[in-house]
């Protein structure tokens, strides 16, 4: 029983502290819109419409948010990227970066 409760006091005091900062935790839950083209095996998306799609797990937070902002911002362009990273705020794109940065096997 007792513990019981230092278990859940700690996962408070863990959720509290990550407020404000990036959270791996956060961003796997926004990675599961991503892991519909990311994840495919091979980094393709399907025949008829071929073209590939970058590996995001294990790559650098820095250069996911840069990549983020960029499309985001209009200054790299792809027509899909553009539009999802345009529903990110800052806080989704730093927790996104944690999470794939910190899981060399995410998709
Ligand atoms: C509908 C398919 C699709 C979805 C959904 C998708 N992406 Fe992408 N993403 C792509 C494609 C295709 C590219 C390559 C575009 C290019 O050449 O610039 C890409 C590129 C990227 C890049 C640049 C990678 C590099 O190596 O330069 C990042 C970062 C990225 N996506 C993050 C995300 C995140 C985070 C999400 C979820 C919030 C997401 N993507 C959802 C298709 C998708």
Same mark, same amino acid.
């Given at each position: 029983?007792?513990?019981?409760?230092?278990?859940?006091?700690?996962?408070?005091?863990?959720?509290?502290?990550?407020?404000?900062?990036?959270?791996?935790?956060?961003?796997?839950?926004?990675?599961?819109?991503?892991?519909?083209?990311?994840?495919?095996?091979?980094?393709?998306?399907?025949?008829?419409?071929?073209?590939? +799609?970058? $590996?995001?797990?294990?790559?650098? %937070?820095?250069?996911?948010?840069? *990549?983020? #902002? /960029?499309?985001?911002?209009? +200054?790299? $362009?792809?027509?899909?990227?553009? %539009?999802?990273?345009?529903?990110? *705020?800052? #806080? /989704?794109?730093?927790?996104?970066?944690?999470?794939?940065?910190?899981?060399?096997?995410?998709?």
């Amino acid at each position: 029983m007792k513990k019981r409760i230092v278990l859940v006091v700690a996962v408070f005091l863990v959720s509290t502290c990550a407020w404000g900062e990036s959270d791996p935790g956060r961003g796997w839950a926004r990675a599961q819109m991503c892991a519909g083209c990311h994840g495919i095996a091979d980094y393709r998306t399907a025949y008829p419409e071929v073209y590939s +799609v970058p $590996k995001l797990g294990g790559q650098e %937070a820095a250069y996911i948010v840069k *990549s983020l #902002q /960029d499309y985001k911002s209009g +200054v790299r $362009k792809h027509p899909t990227m553009n %539009a999802i990273a345009a529903t990110l *705020s800052d #806080q /989704d794109m730093a927790d996104l970066a944690a999470y794939y940065d910190t899981n060399k096997g995410a998709k």
